[in-house]
T-cell receptor
């Protein structure tokens, strides 16, 4: 069966510091991968998605970036965090592209101080 | 601006009752509709999806779709305290972009023993 893991689960970072969140999927190949953010009082916001290695689509202009160095690995990064980057970051995967049938990882809760 | 609206709640129902969760959407071209359950502090979990007008049943859950009224609902029969969670509605009109999957902010359901 397929599983998805992301880490770290919780982190507290100062403004201006870098960020790296990692996500891996097991039990499937060529997954479609996503990064979402859930901020307090807001719906899930798509940040990036990838339909294959090296293929990254960005949905929201911001100071974040994503990379997919391997088929089942997805990384979310920032060089300098802003207060507004605080939130619950969720990695997800799907079998098909352009679908709402998503399977989410455990999430990473980021607090920027 | 495409919108998905949900009553934030909390919706409180007694154990054994039917919980009715509602969602409206603004984009008439929407094609696919999803319900996710999110326990406090956890990641969302897909519980139902529906693509055609009418009802779709899965165990104690029934999804109802009315495209003419731009309305989708989730009924939970014989509600249990373990159903207490936030329920997210998601609506998609992909148009070639995963960004066209829009999530509502969710309705918090509380099932009282």
């Amino acid at each position: 069966s397929q599983t998805i893991h992301q880490w770290p689960a919780t982190l507290v970072q100062p403004v201006g510091s870098p960020l790296s969140l990692e996500c891996t999927v097991e039990g499937t190949s060529n997954p479609n991968l996503y990064w979402y953010r859930q901020a307090a009082g807001r719906g899930l916001q798509l940040l990036f998605y990838s339909v294959g290695i090296g293929q990254i689509s960005s949905e929201v202009p911001q100071n974040l970036s994503a990379s997919r160095p391997q088929d089942r690995q997805f990384i979310l990064s920032s060089k300098k965090l802003l207060l507004s980057d605080s939130g619950f970051y969720l990695c997800a995967w799907s079998l098909r592209a352009y679908t709402g049938e998503l399977f989410f990882g455990e999430g990473s809760r980021l607090t920027v101080l | 601006q495409k919108e998905v609206e949900q009553n934030s709640g909390p919706l409180s129902v007694p154990e054994g009752a039917i919980a009715s969760l509602n969602c409206t959407y603004s984009d008439r071209g929407s094609q696919s509709f999803f319900w996710y359950r999110q326990y406090s502090g956890k990641s969302p979990e897909l519980i139902m999806f529906i693509y055609s007008n009418g009802d779709k049943e899965d165990g104690r859950f029934t999804a109802q779709l009315n495209k003419a009224s731009q309305y989708v609902s989730l009924l939970i029969r014989d509600s249990q305290p373990s159903d207490s969670a936030t329920y997210l509605c998601a609506v998609a009109n992909y148009g070639g972009s995963q960004g066209n999957l829009i999530f509502g902010k969710g309705t918090k359901l509380s099932v009282k023993p």
